[in-house]
Structure formats: C-alpha cells, structure tokens
C-alpha cells in the first residue's frame, strides 16, 4: 500500500482498526529468559463488524433480486428455450428454443443449462428457474467483497459491495433470466482470480481465471471477453514471476481460455447440419457465424441483424451511440451514479501509488478494475449495434471496486497531506451534484429526496474538513458514513422501485430497467418504458405480453417500443408485437408454476377470441391443434420466436419459429416445410399479417415468399367456427368480409398433409 507521504510500498494493514501501540521492550535481568517481543494482531484478522456488514448487505440484495419475484415479467424467449430443455436434453444441450429442435436461440446455451437443471430438479416455474441466478448474483457481491478486502482492506470491500448490491440495472437484471447476471459471476470471479495470481505468483489461479471468462464467451460470447485485454495485461505487467515464465503462464491460459470457450461451437460443428438445430441468430445456421456476426463485431458496428450500422443511430434502446451515452436519459438513471467518483478514484490512486514497484498489488488492482471500467464503457457508449440498457450491469463491479478501494486511497491522502485535501470532497460534491441532476429528471418521483441528497452531503463534507485532524476518528467516521448514505440515496431508491412496483412497474421482462421513465430514446423503467409493462413471461396478473412492446410507444416511424424502423432487437423480439403476422400482440396467462387453464405448464392459453394474432392462440384453438395433431413432432409453425416462445409456454408441445426472433434466420426453406408435412412431423402452420404477398417477418426473402405461397395454394384455412364454441352467426356480408380477408391481412392457420406435398 502507498500513500500521498509515502510513496514506496508498505504492507497492506486494516485501517478498521486503531494501529496496536509501541510498548517499551521488557527489561532482561540477568539469569532469566530473553523477553518476548509483543506481536500485532495479524493484518488480516478482521474487525468485529466485518461479517456481519456483509451479510447484511447480502441479505439486502436478496430482498431486492427476490421479493416479489413471481410478480414480474420474465423473457419468454429464454423461459420456452429452459422448458424445451426440461423435455429434452437435445434442446437442453443446444439451448433450443422449440423440445422438436428446429432453432435454437439467439445465445450460447450455459445460462440455459443452469436454469436448465435447476428447472429439472424443482420443477419448471419462476423460482425454480431464477434461484441458481440469484445465488450467482449474491457469489458476484461476495466475490468483489473477497477481492476488495485483499487489496485495499475491510472497509472499502464492504463500501464496494453495498455499490455493487445497489446499482438499478443490475437490481433489475438481476430479477430476470436473460444471462447477463450469470456473465458478470463469471467475469467478476475471472477478475478476482487473476488478481490473486498477480499477487501469489502461482499458475493455478490464471487457469481458473481463462476457465471462468471462457465459461463467460459460452454465456453471451464476445461480451464475455471485454476485461480480456485489461486483465492479461495486468498479469504481464504486475505478476511476481520473471518475464519468461509469466509469458509461459500466459500462453498456458490462453489454451485453457480457447478450449473453454470454444468447446460448446466445436461440439455443434461436429454435428451433420441436418441432425442438428438451426442456430438462431445466425445467416448460414453455424455457431462460428454466430459468434462472429450476430454475437460478434455486429454488436458493436451494426448490422449483422443488429441494426445500426453507423452514423451514430445505435441500437434504438439506449439512445444515441457516443461518448457521453452512460449520462444520456435512459442510461444515466440506470447505471451513471458513480461514475464520476470512480473515474476521480481511479485517477487519485493511481497517483498515489507513486514509484510502486512494478509488483505493487494496490497499483495492480487499479489497473485492473478500471481497465475493466474503461473498456465497458468505451464499447457500450460507441456501440452502433443493439445497446440494451442492461448490457450495462457489467460496468458495475467495475465502479464498485474503484469507489471502494480508490475512495478509500483518498481519504488516506485526505488526513495525511494538505495538498490532497480537496480532492475527496470535491468528488463527493460532484456525486451529489450528479445526482440531484438524476432525480430532477424523473419529475414528480420522489421529489423530497434530490434535497435530502443535498443536504446530507453538504453536512458530510464539512464533518470531514472539521474532524479532518486530531483525535476525532468516529466523528471522522459518522462524516464518511453520511457521504455514503448520501452517494448511495438515489441509486438505492431506484433499485427499490423494481422490487416494490413503485415506478408503474418498473421492468419487463425483454427490456428490464429500473426506477421511472426519464428517457424517449430507449426504454426506461415505468409508464413509457420498457419497464411499463410485465412482458415475455407474464405475471399471475395477466396483462397482455405485447405491452413490452407498446411501452416504449411510438417513436421514429411509430414502431412500438420505441425502436426505429428496420432497426433489430435482441434476445427476445421485443417489438413482436408490431411485426408478427396480424400486427396483435399475444395476451400473456399464468407467470410459471401458477395455475396452467391452457393445458400448458406456463399458465393459461395466449390470445383471446379465437383465431392468432402474433402468435398467441385461444385455449380452444390449441385444444384443437393438439386434439388434430396426430402424431406429429412440432404443434405449430409460426414466423417468429417470440410468438412461438409464447405457445411453447401456453401449450408445453414444440412449436416452430420459421425465421427467427427478427425474421433474418433462414431456417424454414420450401424444401424443408415439404420434408416436414411429407414426414408427418408438422401439420399446422401460421401464416397471415403482411405475410401474404412475400413479405412479413421475413423480410420479403425468396424462402419467405415460396413458404408463404405454397401453404396458401395446398393448405386448408382452419375455421374458427371448426374449434370455437362462442363464435357467433353473422350477416352473409360480413361473412364474406371476413372470408376475403382471411389469406391476406388477418393472421390464419392452415392444414396441411402429406398428400398436398408432390
């Protein structure tokens, strides 16, 4: 450890504790035995309110990751690809949307293999398939605690953990089952790891760290690899082995980094390409175009179903890509509290650490954690891809770890020397200033509690300067003690509003987000944001799926969500409700483990009235479905994944999403639906919306437009009047309305056998 007095390094030592005391040596007389010299307490031997501040701040954020967790909307697309893995361990191992394994979905499967087990241990519900995600959540904050500690000592761990615990977008991601929290475990214990190797010199802990980011890249593939660089060159820089043997060490874990990223991509290569499923999200159904394109670089230059593609559009979720994006009126809310205070932190400790010899663990540790800051940031703030808000949780062990460790370094050189006197208040006094400006933003929410920020803080940094020196340490300490409650006031009233519903809301279940709307570029958190409405696996409350997609409203073009035209979504389709065949969204039933009324183990039926609108269907119609299914593998054939995640669930049989969650996969060809009807293996398929006439969710492609016309040549329309008790008679003007119209602009399912194939 070196400070502003001392800039050679010294023995890490608690400042939790008072310093032991110099006693005068023992006076030998003579015959008797040489006095014994006192020793300290050892420097890792932790203060009595240690543990117990760091349980509490676990049991903290296991209120805030679970209560309420069965009313909250979770993402149907990857709830469908878990039950498909509970009924089959082909879709369990390929991360299969559909048990048939016609397509997979749009990520690699280890999040899903989690959930996945879990599902088929407890049973396929919300519980059951979040607990293994909420208890990686609480490993991320005791991890960073561990880390933290080593370096920089008690205090500063448990200030990083509380941030960490309490930064909205992870409290919001961290209640959904998109594998962001699974990543961030993995990339934090990666981190974690390597600083021990750089600390101990031994090879053991490297390989775990590549173990852990390859495991990483499995979970959501190049977004698992963005600390990569700031990490190996930590280890190159700073380890205690000599150069030879650290280069040695390094090419060691990069074969353990590719085997346990690569291993799952090699796996499905070598299965024949009509063994296998279509894997989503790609253009020629491999995962090494998944991981390149999709996955890849399309994230951060667009394009490759990602949308964007330049100019500074982004994704359309989180607002315009550049610099300044993590203070934009989406992000900032979500993620931007403390960035200020962790950039100072990391600058103050850096200088700090003076002439460190290159081993020197703390300068380490700063490198490290804000490299990881830095590169996030960096590629989320210039993505012209997809950028959805919770992407960002990843920065926040990052800003943990520096306001802990660095904030700890400054208020070291805060009481040892004049010249860094100004430095921690003034950082203190722009977190606050920041956050006024945050919760001004979200006009008439909480509006008592910008002032109340401002005060507090205003009385702790004049406690700082007046017991700033002499013998006033706990007054000292109540003056560290408001700035944090101060620092932590708007970020932690945030996270409380998804928990408790107090932000209309506060998250769906494709787009979550915390706290209250303050953003028309993306989504944010309550009426007007995405976090409006209980999307993708919907709640025991029973509103419809597609106000996922309606709470963004209408924005550039009038495409629900707010997601300009042509612009893609991610890892659900978010905006299905505008683009599935029919323009409706389906209505959502039981959240899972609730009382199923539609046959199916997710709850009731989708849709309403009959016939499908967006893939949602009535419980008569798929009782007619299953009832006439005879025999064959998959139920249905849908245009898009999210219509057929939504049946999945309503139904628990296969359904077949043709062309993906954006309609750019080319999964279903000519030839393949006449294989499957010829086969037996499907008889219904969907069609209607803009699909007639070769367009819909396709996008107007040749194996789109040749599905489309077969189907309404050689199929049967299926009648409401064929599955539906209720449907009333109407006048033969209408009826013959109703028929014109039925192929073109209403969404229709058709029957079709293996005689119509020729």
């Given at each position: 450890?070196?400070?502003?007095?001392?800039?050679?390094?010294?023995p890490?030592?608690?400042?939790?504790?008072?310093?032991?005391?110099?006693?005068?040596?023992?006076?030998?007389?003579?015959?008797?035995?040489?006095?014994?010299t006192?020793?300290?307490?050892?420097?890792?031997?932790?203060?009595?309110?240690?543990?117990?501040?760091?349980?509490?701040?676990?049991?903290?954020?296991a209120?805030?990751?679970?209560?309420?967790?069965?009313?909250?909307?979770?993402?149907?697309?990857?709830?469908?690809?878990?039950?498909?893995?509970?009924?089959?361990?082909?879709?369990?191992?390929?991360?299969?949307?559909?048990?048939?394994?016609?397509?997979?979905?749009?990520?690699?499967?280890?999040?899903?293999?989690?959930?996945?087990?879990?599902?088929r241990?407890?049973?396929f519900?919300?519980?059951?398939?979040?607990?293994?995600?909420?208890?990686?959540?609480?490993?991320?904050?005791?991890?960073?605690?561990?880390?933290?500690?080593?370096?920089w000592?008690?205090?500063?761990?448990?200030?990083?953990?509380?941030?960490?615990?309490?930064?909205p977008?992870?409290?919001?991601?961290?209640?959904?089952?998109?594998?962001?929290t699974?990543?961030?475990?993995?990339?934090?214990?990666?981190?974690?790891?390597?600083?021990r190797?750089?600390?101990?010199?031994?090879?053991?802990?490297?390989?775990?760290?590549?173990?852990?980011?390859?495991?990483?890249?499995?979970?959501?593939m190049?977004?698992?690899?963005?600390?990569?660089?700031?990490?190996?060159?930590?280890?190159?820089?700073?380890?205690?082995?000599?150069?030879v043997?650290?280069?040695?060490?390094?090419?060691?874990?990069?074969?353990?980094?590719?085997?346990?990223?690569?291993?799952?991509?090699?796996?499905?290569s070598?299965?024949?390409?009509?063994?296998?499923?279509?894997?989503?999200?790609?253009?020629?159904g491999?995962?090494?175009n998944l991981?390149?394109?999709?996955?890849?670089?399309?994230?951060?230059?667009?394009?490759?179903?990602?949308?964007?593609?330049?100019?500074?559009?982004?994704?359309?979720f989180?607002?315009?890509?550049?610099?300044?994006?993590?203070?934009?009126?989406?992000?900032?809310?979500?993620?931007?509290?403390?960035?200020?205070?962790?950039?100072?932190?990391?600058v103050?400790?850096?200088?700090?650490?003076?002439?460190?010899?290159?081993?020197d663990?703390?300068?380490?540790a700063?490198?490290?954690?804000?490299?990881?800051?830095?590169l996030?940031?960096?590629?989320?703030?210039?993505?012209?891809?997809?950028?959805?808000?919770?992407?960002?949780?990843?920065l926040?062990?990052?800003i943990?770890?520096?306001?802990?460790?660095g904030?700890?370094?400054l208020?070291?050189?805060?009481?040892?020397?004049?010249?860094?006197?100004?430095?921690?208040?003034?950082?203190?006094?722009?977190?606050a200033?920041?956050?006024?400006?945050?919760?001004?933003?979200?006009?008439?929410?909480?509006?008592?509690?910008?002032?109340?920020?401002?005060?507090?803080?205003?009385?702790?940094?004049?406690?700082?300067?007046?017991f700033?020196?002499?013998?006033?340490?706990?007054?000292?300490?109540?003056?560290?003690?408001?700035?944090v409650?101060?620092?932590?006031?708007?970020?932690?009233?945030?996270?409380?509003?998804?928990?408790?519903?107090?932000?209309?809301?506060?998250?769906?279940?494709?787009?979550?987000?915390?706290?209250?709307?303050?953003?028309?570029g993306?989504?944010?958190?309550?009426?007007?944001?995405?976090?409006?409405?209980?999307?993708?696996?919907?709640?025991?409350?029973?509103?419809?799926?597609?106000?996922?997609?309606?709470?963004?409203?209408?924005?550039?073009?009038?495409?629900?969500?707010?997601?300009?035209?042509?612009?893609?979504?991610?890892?659900?389709?978010?905006?299905?409700?505008?683009?599935?065949?029919?323009?409706?969204?389906?209505?959502?039933?039981?959240?899972?483990?609730?009382?199923?009324?539609?046959?199916g183990?997710?709850?009731?039926?989708?849709?309403?009235?009959?016939?499908m609108?967006?893939?949602?269907?009535?419980?008569?119609?798929?009782?007619?479905?299953?009832?006439?299914?005879d025999?064959?593998?998959?139920?249905?054939?849908?245009?898009?994944?999210?219509?057929?995640?939504?049946?999945?669930?309503?139904?628990?049989?296969?359904?077949?999403?043709?062309?993906?969650?954006?309609?750019?996969?080319?999964?279903?060809?000519?030839?393949?639906?006449?294989?499957l009807?010829?086969?037996?293996?499907?008889?219904?398929?969907?069609?209607?919306?803009?699909m007639?006439?070769?367009?819909?969710?396709?996008?107007?492609?040749?194996?789109?437009?040749?599905?489309t016309?077969?189907?309404?040549?050689?199929?049967?329309?299926?009648?409401?009047?064929?599955?539906?008790?209720?449907?009333?008679?109407?006048?033969?003007?209408?009826?013959?309305?109703?028929?014109?119209?039925?192929?073109t602009s209403?969404?229709?399912?058709y029957?079709?056998?293996?005689?119509?194939?020729?």
């Open positions: 450890m070196t400070s502003a007095t001392d800039p050679l390094p010294h890490p030592a608690s400042t939790d504790r008072p310093r032991p005391t110099a006693t005068p040596a023992p006076t030998a007389t003579p015959g008797s035995a040489p006095p014994s006192p020793t300290a307490p050892p420097p890792d031997k932790a203060p009595r309110w240690s543990l117990p501040a760091l349980l509490a701040i676990l049991v903290l954020a209120v805030l990751y679970g209560w309420n967790l069965s009313g909250s909307g979770l993402n149907s697309f990857y709830s469908a690809a878990v039950l498909s893995g509970t009924q089959s361990w082909k879709a369990w191992f390929f991360g299969s949307l559909d048990a048939g394994n016609f397509l997979t979905v749009d990520k690699p499967p280890f999040a899903l293999m989690v959930m996945g087990l879990s599902c241990v407890f049973g519900g919300t519980w059951q398939m979040m607990l293994p995600l909420i208890l990686t959540a609480l490993g991320t904050i005791w991890i960073l605690h561990s880390s933290v500690k080593r370096v000592g008690h205090g500063a761990a448990a200030v990083a953990a509380l941030v960490l615990a309490l930064t977008i992870t409290v919001a991601i961290n209640r959904d089952n998109n594998p962001d699974l990543l961030v475990f993995l990339m934090v214990g990666g981190a974690a790891l390597a600083l190797a750089v600390h101990n010199g031994r090879l053991l802990p490297l390989l775990g760290s590549a173990a852990c980011f390859g495991l990483a890249f499995n979970t959501k190049l977004q698992g690899y963005i600390a990569l660089p700031a990490v190996f060159a930590v280890y190159l820089y700073a380890a205690k082995p000599r150069l043997k650290r280069l040695v060490n390094l090419a060691a874990a990069a074969v353990v980094l590719a085997v346990s990223s690569f291993w799952w991509a090699a796996a499905v070598l299965v024949p390409a009509d063994e296998r499923p279509y894997i989503g999200g790609s253009t020629d491999t995962a090494w991981i390149m394109g999709y996955n890849g670089l399309g994230r951060v230059l667009g394009g490759e179903g990602n949308g964007g593609g330049g100019g500074g559009g982004g994704g359309g989180s607002g315009t890509a550049g610099i300044g994006r993590m203070f934009n009126d989406t992000l900032g809310g979500q993620i931007s509290w403390l960035i200020p205070f962790a950039a100072v932190a990391l103050g400790g850096l200088v700090l650490c003076g002439r460190a010899p290159r081993t663990l703390t300068r380490a700063l490198v490290m954690w804000g490299g990881w800051t830095a996030h940031y960096l590629t989320f703030a210039m993505a012209e891809g997809t950028m959805h808000p919770y992407y960002t949780t990843a926040a062990p990052g943990a770890a520096l306001c802990g460790g904030g700890l370094m208020l070291r050189a805060f009481r040892a020397d004049r010249r860094w006197a100004c430095v921690l208040p003034l950082a203190l006094a722009v977190t200033g920041w956050a006024i400006v945050l919760l001004r933003r979200a006009s008439g929410w909480n509006t008592w509690l910008w002032p109340a920020v401002g005060v507090v803080m205003a009385l702790a940094i004049t406690g700082l300067f007046v700033r020196s002499g013998n006033r340490a706990r007054l000292l300490a109540a003056s560290v003690a408001a700035a409650v101060a620092s932590v006031a708007g970020p932690a009233a945030y996270a409380w509003s998804v928990p408790s519903g107090s932000a209309a809301g506060a998250m769906s279940g494709t787009n979550p987000t915390a706290g209250p709307t303050t953003g028309s993306g989504f944010g958190g309550g009426p007007g944001g995405g976090g409006g409405g209980r999307g993708g696996f919907p709640g025991t409350g029973g509103e419809q799926a597609g106000q996922d997609a309606q709470a963004g409203g209408q924005a550039d073009g009038g495409q629900p969500g707010g997601t300009p035209p042509g612009a893609a979504t991610d890892d659900a389709a978010t905006d299905d409700a505008a683009t599935a065949p029919g323009g409706t969204a389906p209505e959502s039933g039981t959240a899972p483990g609730g009382t199923a009324t539609g046959g183990p997710g709850g009731a039926a989708m849709g309403g009235g009959g016939g609108g967006g893939g949602g269907a009535s419980t008569e119609l798929l009782s007619y479905l299953k009832k006439n299914q025999g064959a593998k998959w139920l249905l054939a849908v245009s898009s994944s999210q219509s057929a995640a939504q049946l999945i669930l309503s139904s628990g049989e296969p359904v077949i999403s043709m062309w993906g969650w954006s309609g750019s996969d080319n999964a279903m060809t000519l030839a393949r639906l006449k294989e009807v010829k086969n037996g293996e499907l008889h219904y398929i969907q069609l209607g919306g803009g007639g006439g070769g367009g819909g969710m396709g996008g107007g492609s040749t194996a789109t437009s040749e599905v016309e077969w189907v309404q040549k050689n199929g049967t329309a299926v009648k409401e009047s064929d599955y539906s008790t209720s449907s009333s008679t109407t006048s033969d003007s209408a009826s013959t309305s109703t028929s014109t119209s039925t192929s209403e969404s229709t399912v029957r079709l056998d293996a005689s119509e194939v020729t």
